[in-house]
């Protein structure tokens, strides 16, 4: 019975990853399918003369519209229509607000040279002696770092909760209290997500650096060993 247990549990090891990021994918394909297909005219519809329906069909016609918009919007055109459709929002009330935040938020994160939660940190956090893990976001600015101007550097990190890491809270901390890490910003997540089950390999030879100062140089310049 022990035999058999540590087999189910080995399956299950296995498989359990798989059959979700399956799950996840396929949920995820038909719910853009169920949002663009029924604007696909029935003429370029498979879906419309074949016997089964086609999954993905809609995300591949998802994927080229927005393709086409970046392409036009990318033009001197493009971007004055643009300009005037923002001044329009940027007159309603409650719309620009809505429309302010999420242009931020979407450019933030999806822009390629923005250096936002590119390095994981400790800080001593909810007190001193206890230790948290942060994402480092950028350097403060704005009113926050004028009134904070008397202090040291400031650094805006996030700090995530588990297991839902997506939640947590925005702190602003001086630099030199803030211990960067080596590992990136996927290993510390699933360490948050874990809560601290899963670990990130550390490399032996770190380690034993770490055990032994004498060992530094040696970590620190790899292409002279």
Known sequence: MTRLRNY???GLVITGPIGITLWLT???IKWVDGWVKPFV???YNPDTYLPFPIPGFGLIVAIFVLTIVGFFAANFLGRSLISVGE???GRMPLVRNVYSGLKQIF???LDERGSSFTKAALIEYPRRGLWAIVFISTETKGEVARRLKDKSEMVSVFLPTTPNPTSGFLLFVPREDITELDMGVE??????ISAGLVNP???EMLEEAIADPSQLEIVRKPEDA
Do not use: H
């Open 8 to 10: 189910f549990l080995t």
């Open 201 to 203: 390999k550390y490399p």
């Open 41 to 43: 005219p029935s003429l």
């Open 87 to 89: 001044r329009i929002v």
């Open 107 to 109: 450019e933030t994160v």
């Open 187 to 192: 290993d510390a997540a699933k360490l948050v």
């Open 26 to 28: 396929w949920t995820f």
